[in-house]
């Protein structure tokens, strides 16, 4: 069984501590995640390369995409319950979710909340999930508008 949803937007931070900026479009690099952003590139093979973001997320705490720091803001339900292991395919990259992301009081803080920890309390169960790239065809683009993917995992063997 698949779910499909899709790219809403596309955020890339180029170094830690300034803020991301929006893109029309971004590369997937093997085990590197996205090009020109500076969360898979400092430790290549992480399972932080990529943090995906549903909408609703956003949406219930009145944010803008790119506020929780995801690179992907999708419009996809149920994301957050995808176990690590769930294949995505997103534009021209296949993505792994390694499981989801925890919520901390940095965020808060990076957006100027009044309670930062509160903040925290209201992303547990719903802060996104972290994902690597495995995989790219053509040239690994993936642009706002793109559908997501997502593969049921294989069954376990006996």
Known sequence: MKA????LAIHLQPAKGQPPR?????????????????HGKHRPGSARQVLLVDRRTLEALGFEPGALREQLTVD???LDSLPPGV???????ILEVSGACLPCE???RIN???????????????????????EVV???????GDPLVVEAPAPASP
């Open 4 to 7: 499909r949803g899709v790219v």
């Open 22 to 38: 929006p893109v029309v479009q971004a590369r997937a690099l093997v085990g590197s995640g996205l090009e020109g952003d500076c």
């Open 76 to 78: 996809l339900p149920g």
């Open 87 to 93: 294949r995505l395919t997103v534009g021209e990259a």
């Open 106 to 108: 940095v965020i808060g």
């Open 112 to 134: 100027a909340v009044a309670d930062p920890y509160a903040l925290r309390d209201a992303l547990v169960g719903r802060r996104g999930v972290l994902a690597k790239v495995i």
């Open 138 to 144: 053509g040239e690994g683009r993936i642009r706002p």
